[in-house]
Every structure is written in structure tokens, then in C-alpha cells.
Nanobody
Framework: QLQESGPGLVKPSQTLSLTCTVSGASITTAAYYWNWIRQSAGKGLEWLGAIDYSGDTYYSPSLKSRTSISRDTSKNQFTLQLSSVTPEDTAVYYC?????????????WGQGTQVTVSS
């Protein structure tokens, strides 16, 4: 099970920070990638990045300069930070798990959390 948490409203130019708390599996298990994905109104799913069992990170090229993913293994959590946000970053943000054999195959999702960027 995955659960996103974080503020629902962020001001432009600030940093969006979300945490995904994982239960039922360890984020240090070699079997999985741990992903962040978002969906804006009227748009498809957009993969933001992932962290693997060893702590290596992978980012979408289009957002790499603004994105950072980290983890707290003691809490079994991983975190997304997206800097310099604009209203175009308004979306529902999801964390999701995918197998190490296919990072794009998301098997388990969090319920998603709405983040609005507005002053």
C-alpha cells in the first residue's frame, strides 16, 4: 500500500514537496522501482521520476532540472521535491510501484493527492 501526503496548495516559485509512505513492502527490496507520476486536468499521465532499492534516482528529462527524489529508509518513505513551480504544475500527484524488470509497468498506486499552484 502507498499513501501520498503533503500540502495541497503551493505558491508559484516555491518548492512542492510530497511524501509517499509505503506499507507491505520495503523500499530497499531489489524487486521494485518507486515512482512519482502526475496527471493534470485534461492531460495524460506524466512520469516525473523514480528511485530504486539502492537509492539510485531516475528523472524525466523535461523536468530533471527541477526534480529531486529522496528516501528515508527508517520510515519506509520516499519524497518528491519539485522546485520553481508554476500553475502548470497543478495536478494530481501519485506515487506508484513498478517491478525492477519493467519500470513503466505500474502495479500498485497511491490514491493520489491534488496539488494546486496558486498565489
Amino acid at each position: 500500500q502507498l499513501q501520498e501526503s503533503g500540502p495541497g496548495l503551493v505558491k508559484p516559485s516555491q518548492t512542492l514537496s510530497l511524501t509517499c509512505t509505503v506499507s507491505g513492502a520495503s523500499i530497499t527490496t531489489a524487486a521494485y522501482y518507486w515512482n512519482w507520476i502526475r496527471q493534470s486536468a485534461g492531460k495524460g499521465l506524466e512520469w516525473l521520476g523514480a528511485i530504486d532499492y539502492s537509492g539510485d534516482t531516475y528523472y524525466s528529462p523535461s523536468l530533471k532540472s527541477r526534480t529531486s527524489i529522496s528516501r528515508d529508509t527508517s520510515k519506509n518513505q520516499f519524497t518528491l521535491q519539485l522546485s520553481s513551480v508554476t500553475p502548470e504544475d497543478t495536478a494530481v500527484y501519485y506515487c506508484a510501484r513498478s517491478p525492477s524488470t519493467n519500470r513503466d509497468k505500474y502495479g500498485t498506486w497511491g490514491q493520489g493527492t491534488q496539488v494546486t499552484v496558486s498565489s
